[in-house]
């Protein structure tokens, strides 16, 4: 290990501390807030760092699988700690944020530092991914449009949106372990030499579970430094979970995906990012709508209209600019442009 990442190490440790001492020793606000999503993103680095050393000897599919799967660990704590809090709004546009800033903002940089980083311009990958989340996308966003038409139509079955968001879970969690063992299976894809991780095997086991019971105590601490914070700011909830949220709980895949692509590993940049997307859209959102039936207030799959627009047209969006395996740099900054626009929208709720 070097000298900068143990540097890095106890710089993630004095910032979950600081954000522990906030938590109890002052009032909720701004300051408290700030440590605490910085303290989130530490853990997340801290996470993608221990990942990187157990998935090593891994393919870009297993390796990109695993790095996504822990990644959202912080994501999924916010989102049961808002719910516990009844911030439904926040848990829900969190879900959706965190969804759209890897699909549309992660993706898109991730496009444009690649094809930067290509002789040609053109930023090359295995396509079949790209196509599997396209499809997995598309299975939950037809549930997020036919309750949202439901709804608007005001027929018999939108007075009975949590049962069939519950029933909807249950089939897209089904397709989700589908698609999850049929793709593990098919990572026939080599390792790109990267040399030897930083860090030995059960150092780096060890760094992923302090990561990721970090981030349950940083996910409480930063919910309830978020509603005085977002009072304070004047922001709207909707953009608090949409940008802020969203943003802080993926550092991993902003960090992992980047650096990947710098290094024109471009199909682990790719699993990374694109494992996000599919895991959030097919397995976090729906695991979260079962799950929060245990809570006072729940999660549905009935969303605002302008969330319903969005999540359709960047599946059609992610499914034209990579589903052939190859990016340019101007699609990436399309991707980023959808997503400035709609954190845009949400500002002004």
Not at 85 to 90: C, D, L, P
Request: aromatic residues 10%; glycine residues 8%.
């Amino acid at each position: 290990m070097s000298r900068a990442q143990r540097l890095a190490l106890v710089g993630i440790a004095a910032t979950t501390a600081a954000a522990g001492v906030l938590r109890y020793a002052v009032s909720p606000g701004v300051l408290p807030f700030l440590i605490a999503a910085l303290a989130l993103a530490g853990l997340a680095w801290l996470v993608s760092f221990g990942t990187e050393a157990v998935g090593a000897r891994f393919g870009p599919a297993v390796t990109g699988f695993l790095q996504s799967t822990l990644g959202n660990l912080p994501e999924l704590f916010v989102v049961i700690f808002a719910l516990s809090a009844g911030e439904v709004v926040v848990a829900q546009t969190s879900i959706i944020g965190s969804l759209l800033a890897n699909a549309l903002l992660v993706l898109g940089l991730v496009i444009v530092v690649g094809a930067r980083s290509a002789k040609d311009g053109v930023m090359r990958f295995h396509p079949r991914l790209p196509n599997d989340t396209a499809t997995l996308l598309l299975v939950s966003t037809f549930i997020i449009v036919i309750a949202a038409l439901s709804v608007a139509s005001s027929d018999k079955a939108s007075t009975h949106i949590k049962a069939i968001s519950s029933i909807g879970a249950v089939c897209i969690l089904v397709v989700y372990v589908a698609w999850v063992f049929s793709y593990l299976r098919s990572d026939s894809l080599p390792a790109q030499e990267q040399g030897h991780p930083a860090v030995s095997l059960p150092l780096g086991l060890g760094l992923l579970g302090a990561g990721g019971v970090g981030a349950a105590f940083v996910s409480d601490w930063f919910i309830h430094a978020l509603d005085p914070a977002i009072k304070s700011l004047g922001v709207s909830k909707a953009f608090a979970g949409l940008v802020i949220v969203a943003i802080a709980g993926n550092a991993v895949e902003n960090f992992v995906g980047l650096v990947m692509a710098r290094r024109q590993n471009w199909d682990l940049a790719i699993s990374v990012v694109k494992n996000s997307v599919a895991q959030i859209a097919a397995f976090l959102f729906p695991a979260l709508v079962l799950v929060s039936l245990l809570f006072t207030h729940s999660l549905s799959f009935q969303l605002a209209p302008v969330y319903v627009g969005a999540l359709f047209f960047t599946a059609i969006a992610v499914w034209q600019i990579t589903g052939d395996g190859e990016a340019l740099e101007f699609e990436g900054w399309a991707l980023v442009a959808l997503y400035v626009i709609l954190a845009t929208f949400t500002l002004y709720e």
